[in-house]
């Protein structure tokens, strides 16, 4: 079993940055591609960014290009995503995902979720 603890939402304003973190225990890390993952209140959860376990490829959702970025860190266990120029439509909340096979833009393609972490921006 695998076990993801997302970290670092908060309330900010409009422009600001924060960085989340997801820790993952429970199996070797480094097998798993990691993805993130944002729900709105009474939306669909939607893809935003991916990378794979070596940190060799990257995904993101057209919204986030340019103001995100996910990275991996294999030695901590640890996935990151850098969120800049933060939006209030970016208000969400966020969750990371892992799967062996690789990256998708589908949630349904992720085999272990955390449990999320509340982003709100303010205008």
């Known amino acids: 079993q695998v076990q993801l603890v997302e970290s670092g939402g908060g309330l900010v304003q409009t422009g600001d940055s924060l960085r989340l973190s997801c820790g993952v225990s429970g199996r070797t890390f480094s097998n798993y591609n990691m993805g993130w993952f944002r729900q709105a209140p009474g939306k669909e959860r939607e893809f935003v960014a991916a990378?794979?376990?070596?940190?060799?490829?990257?995904d993101y959702a057209d919204s986030v290009k340019g103001r995100f970025t996910i990275s991996i860190d294999n030695a901590k266990n640890m996935v990151y995503l850098q969120m800049n120029r933060l939006k209030p439509e970016d208000t969400a909340v966020y969750y990371c995902?892992?799967?062996?096979?690789?990256?998708?833009?589908?949630?349904?393609?992720?085999?272990?979720w955390g449990q999320g972490t509340q982003v709100t921006v303010s205008s």
């Open positions: 995902a892992a799967d062996l096979a690789g990256i998708s833009r589908s949630n349904r393609f992720y085999d272990y």
């Open positions: 990378i794979t376990r070596s940190g060799g490829s990257t």
